[in-house]
């Protein structure tokens, strides 16, 4: 299946295991979230990078534990209508500080690639060799964008502010609540 990663289409170097599959040693793999979770001790220790498949339907926060190992958290999209792994991706690099790759999987529509990089997915598993140059294409679409996100783009309002030089609105309204409790 082609990888596409910043934009690119790329070799993939991870190898996906099954439940009952021996792991290799010195290779990075993928593991389902039910094989980690029955010993992430173990596959942790192992010679070579581990990434996870995580279910839309379980809570990030049982990661939490394994994050700074983990290498790799692929997330899953059984439904292209089934936007949970967004959230999912959201929560990873906003509210964790996860910094290993977030791949996307799954039912991935043309039209959903540009919103899987702004929620903060690195990286993504493609079904038809034919898309992949349409899914890297997309990259190279939008350079300004007016929200915030999870992909560390400075949104196009704050960018005029700070070649104003001016602090964006939360750091102003921040320093006038400090000198008022001051």
């Given at each position: 299946m082609?990888?596409?990663?910043?934009?690119?289409?790329?070799?993939?170097r991870y190898?996906?295991?099954?439940?009952e599959?021996?792991?290799?040693?010195r290779?990075?793999v993928i593991?389902?979230?039910?094989?980690f979770?029955a010993?992430?001790?173990?596959?942790?220790?192992?010679?070579g990078?581990?990434?996870v498949?995580?279910?839309?339907?379980r809570?990030?926060?049982?990661?939490?534990?394994?994050?700074?190992?983990?290498?790799?958290?692929a997330?899953?999209?059984?439904?292209?209508?089934?936007?949970?792994a967004y959230?999912?991706?959201?929560?990873?690099?906003e509210?964790?500080?996860?910094?290993?790759?977030?791949?996307?999987?799954?039912?991935?529509?043309?039209?959903?690639?540009?919103?899987?990089?702004?929620?903060?997915?690195?990286?993504?598993?493609?079904?038809?060799?034919?898309?992949?140059?349409?899914?890297?294409?997309?990259m190279?679409?939008?350079?300004?964008?007016?929200?915030p996100?999870?992909?560390?783009?400075i949104?196009a309002q704050?960018?005029?502010?700070?070649?104003?030089g001016a602090?964006?609105p939360?750091?102003?309204?921040?320093?006038?609540?400090v000198a008022?409790?001051g």
């Open positions: 082609p990888l596409i990663k910043s934009g690119r289409v790329v070799e993939d190898v996906h295991v099954d439940d599959a021996p792991i290799p040693d290779v990075p593991v389902t979230a039910k094989r979770l010993d992430p001790n173990a596959l942790l220790r192992r010679d990078s581990l990434g498949l995580w279910p839309n339907d809570r990030i926060a049982e990661l939490e534990p394994w994050l700074g190992n983990l290498a790799l958290i997330l899953n999209f059984p439904k292209f209508r089934d936007g949970r959230s999912q991706a959201r929560q990873l690099r509210r964790y500080g996860f910094r290993g790759e977030l791949r996307a999987v799954g039912d991935v529509l043309r039209d959903q690639f540009l919103f899987l990089v702004r929620a903060g997915f690195d990286s993504l598993e493609v079904k038809k060799p034919a898309d992949a140059a349409a899914f890297a294409d997309v190279k679409r939008f350079s300004v964008f007016y929200q996100s999870a992909d560390g783009r949104p704050q960018r005029r502010l700070v070649r104003a602090n964006p939360h750091v102003a309204l921040q320093d006038a609540c008022e409790a």
